[in-house]
């Protein structure tokens, strides 16, 4: 039976390809679309007006698919954008690339030139299915309005099962005003793609007896666990075994960092006792995790005493790093609920004292500013403190994301929204966004550069349009402070092109003695303010919390620039391929 003819027997009403993109979305529970219009997309947003949906619009199309990336990443939700085509759609790259590298369901649609002109350089014409080929997990080009009601129904399902990812589907304008009565399936039938959902039992029951008899075992916690929906188990797991847990930096949150199990993050700039541990355990068990490289430095060095085991529901990427003893391919949630009751209760008391002591040897510190500034690490200290630790902190890359890391505890899933994997400058704000629309009435938290707020300004007045209480705190350092610190270590201390002023601080203040008076960076304040948002610059140390508490408990979106000490550094360090031994401690 053809499409047509099943259509006949479900006697459906015939509806253009615009009327079902919409109807799709909504039918797979779309909530909030962001999105941004064009020529090439014209009739699927004249349908969207009347829609139940929220309609956000984004000043940039990357505004719109990190905003809907965070969304996912707030919610557990599929995060849903729509653009035009050639600019709309090329645009949307890095937000796609990000989503895909942390494993973000993601659904974009975009316009595309008519079927008649594919080919012939058409006005605003790009082959947006090539571009997005290696940034998505799959795409679609509709060439039959016919196939438009299954392809809206599998992207969802794609997106969201096995590993998640974004889904990317291109519509020529003639499909979008094509008609059909094709219906939407009920169920997805493609028998190619079928994520691996339970564990193997043997293998499980093998894992069981590896953890029952090692002596210093430890869990290796990924981002994999949050969008599982597994902490809960996971926490049991290391209750019930006394396993000490570290998380990746897309783990933070999946086990509380309060606990006096945690060893908080690893990696690079994670915690010291983190590492140690890793080089000194008898069994390493990964929950959804990828060994990347920012986590394993020097592969051969990498928890060299430790059999290694990786639960992960991707079988791509098992072994792919590092060598691995026992691979566990499957969906986390059923995996632990299996592995649970075939664990023994244990103690592991030498172990967990070990692990103690290089916690209490090696905190997270750093040191005070030489010439009176602010620390960048006081400051998130005191969102931690004045935020009571209950807020959803979306941060930007550079130092400003590893001071989120370090300086403020995690302690439930979707708490930190990051770009981990590809490490998007421009992310926090846009993320801020998105998370706010989808968790209403919860502190949301901003953490960015002098940098990276530059990368996606634009989107404030987003904020302010619709009344969002995002706050955004900005780390004026006066430089790319993360190239610098590498400059700094590594490059003789050249500032090639990363230095954004040399001054942005008050004249009158003696803190400012000795320095130049230029300044490459916007006014913050009046940037802000131009987009209708509060504001405020923040030089001295005794107004840190004050601020921080009227923004946090204002109904209006705030911008709060801290000047901070141009020279702060993010320490720990283990240098990029070097091991834990080679840890640079504070500078
Ligand atoms: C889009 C993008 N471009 C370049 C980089 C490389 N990069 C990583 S951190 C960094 C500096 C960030 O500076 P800033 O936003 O001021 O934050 P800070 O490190 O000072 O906290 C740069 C350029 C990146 N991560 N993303």
Redesign the pocket.
């Known amino acids: 039976m053809t499409e047509k003819q099943k259509a006949g027997n479900d006697a459906m009403p015939m509806r253009t390809g615009a009327q079902l993109v919409i109807e799709g979305l909504e039918q797979a529970g779309c909530k909030v679309l962001f999105g941004y219009p064009g020529g090439a997309i014209i009739d699927v947003f004249h349908q969207i007006y009347n829609s139940p949906m929220k309609f956000v619009l984004p000043r940039h199309e990357q505004g719109a698919a990190h905003m809907a990336d965070a969304y996912s990443r707030a919610t557990g939700e599929v995060g849903c954008c729509l653009v035009t085509s050639g600019p709309g759609a090329t645009n949307l790259v ?1 937000g796609l690339a990000t989503a895909s590298m942390d494993g973000i369901p993601m659904v974009c649609i975009t316009g595309q030139v008519s079927t008649k002109v594919i080919g012939t350089d058409a006005f605003q014409e790009a082959d947006v299915c090539g571009v997005t080929r290696s940034v998505t997990k799959h795409n679609y080009f509709v060439k039959d309005v016919d196939d438009l009601p299954r392809i809206m129904f599998e992207a969802f399902h794609i997106a969201k099962t096995g590993k998640p990812g974004p889904v990317l589907i291109d519509i020529p304008k003639d499909i979008q005003l094509a008609k059909t009565a094709v219906p939407f399936p009920k169920a997805f039938g493609r028998p190619g793609y079928r994520p691996s959902f339970e564990g193997h039992p043997k293998v499980i029951s093998r894992l069981a007896g590896l953890i029952n008899s090692a002596n210093k075992p430890l869990l290796y916690v990924g981002g994999g666990v949050i969008s599982a929906g597994a902490s809960e188990l996971l926490a049991e797991l290391a209750h019930k075994t006394q396993i000490p847990v570290t998380t990746t930096l897309m783990g933070l949150g999946a086990f509380p960092e309060t606990d006096e199990l945690s060893l908080r993050m690893l990696g690079m700039h994670g915690l010291i006792a983190a590492n140690l541990a890793v080089k000194y355990c008898d069994l390493l068990i990964s929950v959804g995790a990828r060994f990347d490289d920012r986590v394993t430095g020097k592969i051969s060095a990498f928890a060299p005493h430790a059999r290694i085991v990786h639960i992960d529901i991707d079988p791509a990427s098992i072994g792919k790093n590092v060598r691995c003893d026992l691979p566990l391919v499957g969906h986390i949630k059923p995996i632990l609920e299996a592995l649970i009751p075939q664990v023994k209760e244990a103690k592991h008391d030498a172990w967990l004292a070990e692990c103690e002591a290089w916690k209490i040897a090696d905190p997270f510190e750093y040191p005070l500013s030489k010439k009176g500034f602010i620390m ?1 690490q006081y400051v998130m200290e005191q969102v931690y403190e004045v935020s009571k630790g209950e807020a959803i902190i979306c941060t ?8 989120a890391a370090q300086f403020f505890k995690y302690t439930k899933p979707r708490s930190l929204l990051t ?1 981990g994997g ?5 992310f926090g704000l846009p993320a801020a966004i998105g998370a706010q629309f989808g968790r209403p009435g919860e502190l949301c938290v901003c953490v ?8 996606n300004a634009q989107e404030i007045v987003v904020a302010v349009e619709h009344k969002l209480p995002i706050n955004v705190v900005i ?3 006066g ?7 590498w400059q700094d270590l590594f490059f003789d201390k050249v500032h090639s092109a ?1 230095v ?1 002023t040399q001054n942005n601080r008050p004249k009158n203040e003696q803190i400012i003695e000795g320095e130049a008076c230029e300044r490459y960076l916007p006014d913050f304040v009046l940037l802000a303010q131009a987009h209708g948002a509060e504001a405020r610059r923040i030089y001295k140390i005794e107004d840190v919390a004050p601020a921080l508490e009227e923004a946090f408990k204002s109904p209006k979106p705030w911008i709060l620039e801290f000047i901070v000490d141009p020279n702060s550094n ?1 320490m720990p360090i283990i240098p990029a391929g070097k091991s834990v031994d080679d840890t640079i401690r504070i500078m």
Request: no cysteine; net charge negative.
């Open positions: 890095t960048p930007d890359v550079g130092q400003n994301q590893m001071f770009s590809l490490g998007t400058m421009g960015t550069g002098d940098g990276g707020m530059q990368m780390f004026n350092n430089t790319l402070g993360n190239v610098r610190q990363t954004l993010v």
